[in-house]
């Protein structure tokens, strides 16, 4: 393991920076722990004169541990009592670091599906 992966790997498992949190491929039904990193940049761009304030969600992981990340998939965040807190859906996958160690995914908060039957 060489130096650049030894610092990602301490960032990741540093509890202040990293999550724990559960990976489904797809949305499937059985998710893979992994470890991630939450971020949330923000920018103000100029658009016809005017400011816009755009913030995005990213997500970084760990290509040693989802070496393929797919817009669909999904990301349980858990707390620590290893509880779901809430669900991200991969929208768009941005860059992979210049050592290919670490992706980043731009991700929305999955709305809850309200329970109440059909409509």
Known sequence: ???FATMVDAQFEDPHL???ALW?????????PVRVR???PEAI????GRPYDLDAMLVEVRLSEVTDPAVTDEIDLLDADGSVSE???VIGLARIDR???VRTC???LRQPVADGGTS
């Open 38 to 40: 939450r971020r949330t």
């Open 99 to 101: 050592q290919r160690l």
């Open 106 to 108: 731009e991700v929305e």
């Open 24 to 32: 489904r491929a797809q949305g499937g039904p059985h998710g893979r």
């Open 18 to 20: 990293g999550l724990d």
């Open 1 to 3: 393991m060489n130096a």
């Open 87 to 89: 669900t991200l859906v």
């Open 45 to 48: 761009v100029p658009l016809d």
